[in-house]
């Protein structure tokens, strides 16, 4: 069984599709792809696929990921682009690996935010972060299935700066594409989040509720919130790498590995007679 992992991308209008809607999708673009999936056992057998820590909707994303199985190996790239073709567009499929390491999820510790406040002077929206940075605690409340809970929405917040380039690289090695939900030309002021995958997940938009809080931050329009990358946080340089990074290296290997030894293999030339 051959395992591939994707990463997929939820851009403009389809930022508002739920993580429901987008599998439907993905399902009717496997069926049309004709992918030889791999079917869960039971009375009602489903495609084996593996979500990993979908955006909420309403949120943009340029790093969302997933993984399938397949009765039948398939060359990676060439299954990207037929399911990308099979996609709505804004549900984008942009990478694909052959899966040769294990847990992925356990490699989502991290997301790199930009939360987009139209009608909110920079000056204004780099204040209100320092405060919040500078809090030991930032209480919010958010309302659950079991009601209201109140948590700390500082403590999962790595970094939240200001910035004026929304082009700039986030993370080690994972390239953001250049169509993704950017500002426009309108005034606005724009916050880089760098945030931990904690129990219970701080979101964006619980962030925000801590800057209404703390700085009485409150843009006139909901925030453009996207999510720019997610994966393993280093520690030493503050960067969020590419979780698909260890399987892209492990491909490397192996083929590094074959040629070596189909090179051994291979008779020696005879010399002159």
Request: proline letters at 8%.
């Amino acid at each position: 069984m051959q395992r591939i992992r994707l990463r997929y991308t939820k851009r403009g209008r389809l930022r508002f599709t739920s993580h429901r809607d987008f599998q439907r999708a993905f399902e009717r673009a496997l069926r049309r792809a004709e992918v030889p999936m791999a079917y869960s056992a039971g009375f009602t057998p489903h495609p084996k696929v593996s979500y990993a820590n979908a955006a909420p909707t309403g949120t943009g994303s340029e790093a969302e990921y997933l993984e399938i199985a397949l009765t039948a190996p398939r060359d990676p790239d060439k299954l990207r682009e037929l399911l990308d073709e099979s996609m709505p567009t804004g549900l984008d499929i942009v990478d694909a690996v052959e899966s040769h390491t294990s847990g992925l999820a356990d490699r989502l510790t991290a997301s790199v935010w930009e939360l987009r406040l139209d009608g909110v002077e920079p000056a204004e929206a780099g204040r209100a972060a320092e405060l919040f940075t500078a809090a030991e605690q930032v209480e919010v409340q958010r309302r659950t299935k079991n009601g209201m809970r109140t948590f700390d929405a500082r403590e999962a917040v790595v970094s939240l700066v200001p910035v004026t380039d929304s082009l700039a690289p986030v993370t080690d090695g994972a390239p953001i594409a250049a169509d993704a939900d950017r500002p426009t030309d309108k005034p606005c002021a724009i916050l880089r989040l760098v945030v931990r995958h904690v129990t219970p997940a701080v979101r964006p938009d619980d962030v925000l509720s801590g800057l209404r809080a703390v700085a009485d931050l409150a843009p006139p329009v909901p925030a453009a919130v996207t999510r720019l990358a997610q994966g393993l946080f280093d520690e030493e340089t503050g960067t969020v790498t590419d979780p698909l990074a260890p399987d892209r290296e492990a491909v490397t290997a192996a083929s590094t590995t074959a040629a070596v030894t189909a090179a051994a293999k291979a008779p020696a030339p005879e010399g002159p007679r």
